[in-house]
Nanobody, 118 residues
Framework: VQLQASGGGLVQAGGSLRLSCAAS????????MGWFRQAPGKEREFVAA????????YYADSVKGRFTISRDKAKNTVYLQMNSLKPEDTAVYHC????????????WGQGTLVTVSS
């Protein structure tokens, strides 16, 4: 599976960005796509995930109410709409895929940098 993330950039606090992650290659019977982020000097953390078939979504507490994950099945693409951005959201954002019955994230995209200025 190849994952291509895009959409990062520089935005002022309170602004919005939409990240995209296009998937190609092998597909699973059921799978979950997610977003993670890693800020400088910090560990990678979970941001959001979506069950590809059923559409159930999951969010980290830090982004609930501000970020929305969605998918376009026809385009094999997952999106992360980020609103009300804060400087602490600054990080490299990665998309990832795991099988529906697994807890291991098997495939990772290259990451896209989001910088939020105060």
């Amino acid at each position: 599976v190849q994952l291509q993330a895009s959409g990062g950039g520089l935005v002022q606090a309170g602004g919005s960005l939409r990240l995209s992650c296009a998937a190609s290659g092998r597909t699973f019977t059921s799978y979950v796509m997610g977003w993670f982020r890693q800020a400088p000097g910090k560990e990678r953390e979970f941001v959001a995930a979506i069950n590809w078939s059923g559409g159930s979504t999951y969010y980290a507490d830090s982004v609930k109410g501000r970020f929305t994950i969605s998918r376009d099945k026809a385009k094999n693409t997952v999106y992360l709409q980020m609103n009300s951005l804060k400087p602490e959201d600054t990080a490299v954002y990665h998309c990832a895929v795991r099988g529906g019955g697994s807890t291991t994230w098997l495939y990772w995209g290259q990451g896209t940098l989001v910088t939020v200025s105060s």
